[in-house]
């Protein structure tokens, strides 16, 4: 079973400049999660959605991050513009849905993004 | 969800059994604790849960405390590929589950030839 895939695993940009993450959850996972992971610091969530509806958007910084996942499976978040304190390593992970018996999280490997 | 303490590091000989312990002594009784690793440039990796009572895996095994303010998780014969950064998370079950994972910063174990 191919897990959760993140693209690209590595960005480099300068402030100012739009940058934008892809995340493919594992097949059939109704929940998809993005977070960000500063360094030496554990993850922290920025949205949840539930298949295409985002359910918790409460820590995205709405005026310069936006996601989506319009058809219920792959999501993108972007960043515009980005800034200096955004360097972190953007974290996507995908559960099964609503059986809490399987609610268990996979996370992709991980987007690093550096911003000069 | 209640806040978790563990240490910030630990150290292991390769083939003995590592210890990890966690306290979360504000727990609340509908609360599970959950343990996850970070292995470098990784995404986390979920190891196991529980509630109250012992649970084992392939993985490891986690020890709760009858007060269940404490647990250990237990990796029995640890090799260099189970160093990684540890992170002992509590968090409320539901019927809907899939709510946030709220992480610390874990403990840093490294596996010693």
């Known amino acids: 079973e191919a897990g959760v895939v993140q693209s690209p695993r590595y960005k480099i940009i300068e402030k100012k400049q739009p940058v934008a993450f892809w995340c493919n959850p594992i097949?059939?996972?109704?929940?998809l999660y993005w977070y960000r992971q500063n360094l030496g610091q554990g993850p922290e969530l920025l949205i949840r959605?539930?298949?295409?509806?985002?359910?918790?958007d409460s820590q995205l910084p709405k005026d310069r991050f936006s996601a989506e996942r319009l058809k219920g499976v792959d999501s993108t978040l972007k960043i515009q513009p980005a800034e200096l304190g955004d360097s972190a390593v953007y974290l996507c992970?995908?559960?099964?849905?609503?059986?809490?018996?399987?609610?268990?999280?996979?996370f992709g490997p991980g987007t690093r993004l550096t911003v000069l | 969800d209640a806040k978790t303490t563990q240490p910030p590091s630990m150290d292991c000989a390769e083939g003995r059994a590592a210890n990890l312990p966690c306290n979360h002594s504000?727990?609340?009784?509908?609360?599970?604790v959950y343990w996850y690793r970070q292995i470098h440039s990784q995404g986390p990796q979920y190891i196991i849960h529980?509630?109250?009572n012992n649970e084992t895996n392939e993985m490891a095994s986690l020890i709760i405390t009858e007060d269940r303010k404490s647990s250990t998780l237990i990796l029995p014969h640890a090799t260099l590929r189970d160093t990684a950064v540890y992170y002992c998370?509590?968090?409320?079950?539901?019927?809907?589950?899939?709510?946030?994972?709220?992480f610390g910063t874990g403990t840093r174990l490294t596996i010693i030839p």
């Open positions: 992970a995908s559960s099964p849905g609503r059986d809490f018996n399987t609610d268990t999280q996979y």
């Open positions: 097949s059939g996972h109704n929940t």
């Open positions: 959605y539930e298949n295409e509806e985002a359910v918790d």
């Open positions: 504000t727990i609340s009784g509908n609360e599970y």
């Open positions: 529980g509630l109250k």
């Open positions: 998370i509590v968090r409320v079950g539901s019927n809907f589950g899939n709510e946030k994972l709220t």
